[in-house]
Every structure is written in C-alpha cells, then in structure tokens.
C-alpha cells in the first residue's frame, strides 16, 4: 500500500513518537510511506542579515523524532494549509491533528481513502476549540488509540464506526527484571506545567500520603524544569528530559507510578512503567481504564481527587512484599502479550479496503 501521514511540525512529542513508529514498522512491513509535514519556511537573505544586524543567528530546526526515520520524510515549508500538490497520490492519506484533518478533507479522492488518528481530544485551547472541535465531525474514518477517544467520539461527535488501536511499548527498551519491594517506598511520576496533565493532584496526593508515610521518596521526570508556581516537594529527585533508557530505571527503581491527568489521549509512561513491573495508581483518563485492573495492578481513581489517590499510594506502599510483588506481576502482565508489531498489524487492518 501507499500510506501518507499527514503530521504537524517535527518536535519531540509522545505524538509524533507514535507517528514515527507507525510509519518505520509499515515501511518494514513492506509498504511504501510517506510522512508529509509543514515547518516554517527559512527567512530569506534580507531578513537573516537583518537578524545578524541585531545579533540575532538564524534558528536551526531542533530535534524531532523524524530524525533518522525510514520512511520518506517530505517537509514542506509553508505557512498555508498543504493541498494535492504537496501531497502523493496513494492508497490511505491520514490526518494526524486536528488542522491536518481539515487539509485531509480537502484533498482529492487520488490522494487515498481518508483516515484520521485520533491521538487526543484536542479542546483543550479555550481560542480553538470550536474549530478543533469541528473536525472530529468530518467525513473521515477515525482511528483512536484508547477506549476514552472511542467513547468521546461515539457520544459527543455521533461516530459509531471508529477502530481502536491502542499504542504499544517496545520491550526492548522498556523492561525490569522481577524484583522485591524497595527498603525505602518510592513514588516516580511525571512533572509537567500543562494544566491537563494534572501534576498538581499528583503533587497533593504525595503530600498527602506523606502524612501516614513521611519517608516516601519522589522521582519526577519531564521536559519542563520545575517552576516556581508549581514546585516539587523536598526529598525529590528531578530528571530533566532523561532518555529512554533512564526512564527505564526510574520506572524500576518505583514502587508506583502515579499518572494524575485530566484528560489525555492515551498516557504512553503507563504502559511504560508497567512494562517495567511498576504498579499504577492513575486517574481514569486515557489509556489507564484499558490496561490497569483496579486493586490487582494498580489502582483508579476520579480526575480531581487527591485524597482518593493519597489512599491508593498508602494502600500499595503498605503491601507487604509478597503481596506487592504479586501486583508487580499484574502490572507486568497487562501489556507483555502487546507490542508495537502487533499495533502496526492492527493499524494497517483498518486502512485496507472493506
């Protein structure tokens, strides 16, 4: 098949991760790939010397997860929406953001059957909602990576034919050997300024539980250093924008992961650290629901409730170890039998022709 994604600008987000990983397992799969993608367009000579003038250098493109990709990678320097002449003929064209999802509606029937990744319910732009919003409402046929986004799109958008594929985590980077309760409990999460992400109940909730057990020790990772209106507690260790193989021994070196978002597409660290035998307290909100099985690998509870989440942080840090260790194994158990090939094989099954 000829397969294009249809991305916003390269970065090095979870959602462009995936997009990445999609297009390299469907080009090894044997299928011709393109990842179409609009950056800025370079200033031209007057305005680098007028920059240079002002001692402002020209800005370079930063890192991307597209770096290194193996499929074709086509960027197209523009600021206005990409049409048919930017875009290859083939046999699926698919929207992976709200505003690719317009372009992909307005392209031509050559371009392929029309598909949109639904990665997030993106509403959360009080300025843009309306016309986020709006394009869960074109006629494309919608693909959702957790039972969230399928129940979003069945009950606020009508849609009732929309395949759930759930993302993946890559054994290979993501594991831990079997291993005891630690001496000192330990918490990991992760730390974000966005409000959605829900790092202040997270935060509420350690403190919390640090009342029944003060010696708790926290790890918090992220790509956003710590800020002033949202700081991290004492005795925490923060890792700034550690690779991937650090966030593997973080995982393992918890005893829980806490994921305390609002709402969110999917939350790919939960999958993370359960590949890592860590147990997750979570809110019910992205992947969560799919893959923890409440009390036996992890805990969930409501958006908005640190006193519920403080609890389920008391709870698994007061298991003995036999008992910990039996939801360690749970947690591990929920996402061995599913790997990224597996999502690629169910990916690909719903842009084949019906």
Sequence with gaps: ????????????????RVIAIYADLLTEMGHDVTVVARVPPRPGAKAVAKGLIKGRLPRKRGASHYDGLKARLHLVETDMPLTDKDIPDGDAV???LWETAYMV???????????YFVQHHEVHSPNLSHFSAGSYYLPLKKIA?????????????????????????DPSLFFAASRDKRTRPTVSMMYSKTSFKGTDTSLKAVNLARQVLPDIHL???????????????????????????????????????????????????????????CPVVATRAG????FILHGKSGYLVDV?????????IVDVLCLDNCAWKAMSLAAFQAVEG??????AKRFLACLQPT
Excluded at 1 to 16: H, R
Excluded at 105 to 115: E, N, T, Y
Aim: glycine content about 8%; hydrophobic content about 40%; charged content about 20%.
């Design 105 to 115: 509606a307005g392209l031509s029937d050559a371009k392929g059957r029309k598909f």
């Design 145 to 169: 990576v957790s039972g969230w986004l399928v129940s979003a799109m069945r009950d606020l958008y009508g849609d009732h034919d929309v395949s759930l594929v759930p993302n993946a985590v």
């Design 219 to 277: 790890l918090a990772f992220g790509s956003q250093r710590p800020s002033p209106d949202l700081p991290l507690p004492p005795d925490t260790t923060f890792y700034f924008s550690p690779p991937q193989t650090s966030l593997r021994d973080i995982y393992a070196a918890s005893d829980l992961y806490l994921f305390g978002s609002r709402f969110e597409g999917f939350g790919l660290p939960v999958l993370e650290a359960m590949a890592c035998r």
């Design 338 to 343: 599913y790997q990224w090939t597996d999502a």
């Design 1 to 16: 098949m000829k397969i294009t994604f249809v991305s916003p600008a390269p970065n090095l987000s979870g959602g462009i």
């Design 94 to 96: 698919i929207a992976t």
């Design 304 to 312: 908005d409730d640190p006193e519920s989440m403080a609890e389920a």
């Design 287 to 290: 992947c969560a629901p799919d």
